[in-house]
Structures are given as structure tokens and as C-alpha cells.
């Protein structure tokens, strides 16, 4: 096995509150994370020449999610005054939604983009909409806490954590595939994860099959799949916090990697023959650039 080279992005002081949010566009990595103020979400972007900037900041107070769009990225969020909105990484707003809130949106990547977001509370609807088209209902529940979505064949994947139970829910044009699965799932690209001690639980909608995957410790958290590149946490009481990047091979993880700040959560995308890691570390956002695991 090859060791991962690191390099350290030198940012000047970004300070930043919770998740970074990452999508890949063309050759460059955008890098989106709220402001402590809410008054603004800070956006970096890394290109495959080596080379970053820092942008002018979004007019939103938070960021829920960043997605791939034709003409670039389009992040999601809580605009300034709590109202969940759709922007292009420009400052255009092409979406604000009015209704009562129940889960923030989340762009997926495609175009045209869309947005998936949940309004209202006994009942919640889940919503689907893109830039010039009217919403359309996916799914009615009694209360709606959170939302995952991703790009699916011809369609979307959206996993919806409810009152009393996770659904997952694949749309594609003319069909529709729901399921009921374990509370705590994950989606990533093409498969729902789920942490199973002594392993990972991988499920995949296309086959309808589950594997399992050997992974040590007993509190793992935060997975994450993009680009067969698996990400995860383990926070067990006889050890210091640890965040981890693998890929993700057919029957086991190939080169399981400590990220470069090993106590915080971390998002990865790849980079032509590297990955970005974004990390929120005391306050601040910290970038690393990594070769692949090898």
C-alpha cells in the first residue's frame, strides 16, 4: 500500500459553523460552509492546476446541501430571514420557498438541477422542483426530520427519516421503488449504508441486494459515499476520535486512510487523481488536497 500524500490548502482565517458541503464541477471542487454570523456562506474552490481561491460569500444564513448544475453549482440553504432557498454559486436566487419548513433542501446533481426539500408539519409533503417548474409531491408523512437525495439512473433517490421509520424512495420516469430500512441509514451514490457492528451494511436499490463489509469499532457514524470513496467516524470510549477514507471494493474497503484531522468530521470528492478534504476544525475550514488510496 502506497501512503496518501497530503498537502495543506494555506487559507487565509475562514471561519466557519458546521458541515462543509463539496460538489465537483469541470476540473475545480467547490467548497461551501456557513458563517458562525449567519450572515453569509463562504465558498473556496480548488482546481485541478493546484491552484484555489476564496469567493464572495452567498446571501445565505446556512447551507444544507451543494449539487452539480449545467452552467455550475447551486447550493441550498436558509436564505437571510429563515426562508429555504435554491441559489446558483453567482448569487442568483432561483428558488425560495414561503411554506413552513420541515427539512431544508437538497440540490442534486443534473440538468437542470433539482431541489428536494419537506414543508409543512401532521402531515409533511416532500417536494421536488427544479429552477422553472412548479414543485411535485413525492411522498405525504406524518412529520419529516431529515432528507438525503442523490442522482439516480434516469431519476432521484431520496431517503427520508420519519416519525417511525427511514423510507427510501427511488423515482425514475413511469416506475417507483419504496422501501423501509433501519433508522440511521446513509445515502450515497447507488447504495443506502447502514453501520452494523462488527460492519457496514451496503444496499444496493439497482439489485435490490444487501453485502456486509468488515469495518472495526463499535460507534461508527457520519458515512459518506461519492465516487467509490467510503468516508466514516469511529468514536469509541478507549480510543481518540477518528475519521477515515477507503474505497470501497466489491467484497472489502481497499486502503483504509486516517483524513488529516482525525477528530472531525470530513467530506471528500475526488479531483482527477486526487481527493479534496474539507473539514470544519475549531471554527475554521481547513482543506487538505490527498493522493488516492493505492
Same mark, same amino acid.
Given at each position: 500500500?502506497?501512503?496518501?500524500?497530503?498537502?495543506?490548502?494555506?487559507?487565509?482565517a475562514v471561519p466557519v459553523t458546521g458541515r462543509p458541503h463539496l460538489t465537483r464541477v469541470g476540473d475545480s471542487v467547490h467548497v461551501f460552509a456557513a458563517r458562525p454570523d449567519r450572515a453569509g456562506v463562504e465558498h473556496v474552490v480548488v482546481s485541478d492546476d493546484d491552484s484555489w481561491e476564496?469567493? =464572495?460569500p452567498l446571501p445565505l444564513a446556512s447551507v444544507s446541501g451543494?449539487?452539480?448544475?449545467?452552467?455550475?453549482p447551486v447550493v441550498a440553504g436558509a436564505r437571510l430571514g429563515d426562508l429555504a432557498a435554491v441559489v446558483l454559486a453567482d448569487t442568483e436566487i432561483v428558488l425560495a420557498v414561503h411554506h413552513e419548513v420541515a427539512a431544508w433542501p437538497v440540490p442534486v446533481d443534473g440538468d437542470p438541477v433539482r431541489a428536494v426539500l419537506a414543508t409543512g408539519h401532521a402531515p409533511t409533503t416532500v417536494r421536488v422542483a427544479t429552477p422553472d417548474t412548479e414543485h411535485h409531491v413525492l411522498l405525504v408523512?406524518?412529520?419529516v426530520h431529515s432528507l438525503q437525495a442523490t442522482a439516480a439512473p434516469d431519476g432521484l433517490d431520496l431517503l427520508c427519516q420519519t416519525s417511525a421509520h427511514t423510507r427510501f424512495l427511488r423515482v425514475t420516469p413511469g416506475t417507483r421503488m419504496e422501501r423501509t430500512l433501519p433508522s440511521g441509514s446513509f445515502l450515497g451514490s447507488g447504495a443506502v449504508l447502514a453501520a452494523r457492528? =462488527?460492519?457496514?451494511?451496503?444496499?444496493?436499490?439497482?439489485t435490490d441486494t444487501r453485502r456486509q463489509i468488515p469495518l472495526r469499532g463499535l460507534h461508527i457514524g457520519r458515512l459518506g459515499l461519492v465516487d467509490d470513496l467510503l468516508t466514516w467516524t469511529v468514536d469509541d470510549t478507549d480510543e481518540p476520535p477518528a475519521a477515515w477514507v477507503a474505497r470501497l471494493g466489491p467484497t472489502d474497503l481497499e486502503h483504509p486512510t486516517r483524513l488529516p484531522d482525525p477528530g472531525h468530521t470530513a467530506v471528500v470528492r475526488r479531483l482527477g487523481g486526487r481527493m479534496v478534504v474539507a473539514q470544519q476544525v475549531s471554527g475554521r475550514l481547513e482543506?487538505?488536497?490527498g493522493t488516492l488510496p493505492k
Amino acid at each position: 500500500m502506497t501512503p496518501v500524500a497530503w498537502r495543506y490548502v494555506p487559507l487565509t482565517a475562514v471561519p466557519v459553523t458546521g458541515r462543509p458541503h463539496l460538489t465537483r464541477v469541470g476540473d475545480s471542487v467547490h467548497v461551501f460552509a456557513a458563517r458562525p454570523d449567519r450572515a453569509g456562506v463562504e465558498h473556496v474552490v480548488v482546481s485541478d492546476d493546484d491552484s484555489w481561491e476564496i469567493r =464572495p460569500p452567498l446571501p445565505l444564513a446556512s447551507v444544507s446541501g451543494a449539487a452539480a448544475g449545467p452552467d455550475g453549482p447551486v447550493v441550498a440553504g436558509a436564505r437571510l430571514g429563515d426562508l429555504a432557498a435554491v441559489v446558483l454559486a453567482d448569487t442568483e436566487i432561483v428558488l425560495a420557498v414561503h411554506h413552513e419548513v420541515a427539512a431544508w433542501p437538497v440540490p442534486v446533481d443534473g440538468d437542470p438541477v433539482r431541489a428536494v426539500l419537506a414543508t409543512g408539519h401532521a402531515p409533511t409533503t416532500v417536494r421536488v422542483a427544479t429552477p422553472d417548474t412548479e414543485h411535485h409531491v413525492l411522498l405525504v408523512a406524518d412529520e419529516v426530520h431529515s432528507l438525503q437525495a442523490t442522482a439516480a439512473p434516469d431519476g432521484l433517490d431520496l431517503l427520508c427519516q420519519t416519525s417511525a421509520h427511514t423510507r427510501f424512495l427511488r423515482v425514475t420516469p413511469g416506475t417507483r421503488m419504496e422501501r423501509t430500512l433501519p433508522s440511521g441509514s446513509f445515502l450515497g451514490s447507488g447504495a443506502v449504508l447502514a453501520a452494523r457492528p =462488527p460492519g457496514l451494511e451496503i444496499w444496493s436499490p439497482d439489485t435490490d441486494t444487501r453485502r456486509q463489509i468488515p469495518l472495526r469499532g463499535l460507534h461508527i457514524g457520519r458515512l459518506g459515499l461519492v465516487d467509490d470513496l467510503l468516508t466514516w467516524t469511529v468514536d469509541d470510549t478507549d480510543e481518540p476520535p477518528a475519521a477515515w477514507v477507503a474505497r470501497l471494493g466489491p467484497t472489502d474497503l481497499e486502503h483504509p486512510t486516517r483524513l488529516p484531522d482525525p477528530g472531525h468530521t470530513a467530506v471528500v470528492r475526488r479531483l482527477g487523481g486526487r481527493m479534496v478534504v474539507a473539514q470544519q476544525v475549531s471554527g475554521r475550514l481547513e482543506i487538505w488536497l490527498g493522493t488516492l488510496p493505492k
